[in-house]
């Protein structure tokens, strides 16, 4: 499942940078996630590496995007071959 970003946020954007799917952007007045394009660092890293380098941990699955781990593998090639 794709991750959103709660109101906690504080736009630091230590999480866009380090992003391998570049799928955080900058939103007003909290960054947003782009669910096509988040794969929770699957392929990349043993955990998501924005919840990693989060100073107030404002990351949580995003309900409205429950994927399985095929998907989300899927969705990781998809991106992958775009590049």
């Given at each position: 499942?794709?991750?959103?970003?709660?109101?906690?946020?504080?736009?630091?954007?230590?999480?866009?940078?380090?992003?391998?799917?570049?799928?955080?952007?900058?939103?007003?007045?909290?960054?947003?996630?782009?669910?096509?394009?988040?794969?929770?660092?699957?392929?990349e890293?043993?955990?998501?590496?924005?919840?990693?380098?989060?100073?107030?941990d404002?990351?949580?699955?995003?309900?409205?995007?429950?994927?399985?781990?095929?998907?989300l593998?899927?969705?990781?090639?998809?991106i992958?071959?775009?590049?």
């Open positions: 499942m794709a991750l959103m970003i709660t109101e906690e946020c504080i736009a630091c954007d230590a999480c866009r940078e380090e992003c391998p799917t570049s799928a955080i952007e900058e939103g007003d007045p909290v960054y947003i996630v782009d669910p096509d394009r988040c794969t929770e660092c699957l392929n890293y043993d955990e998501p590496i924005c919840i990693s380098v989060c100073p107030v404002c990351f949580i699955p995003d309900p409205e995007n429950e994927e399985t781990l095929m998907e593998k899927l969705k990781y090639e998809r992958k071959r775009e590049e």
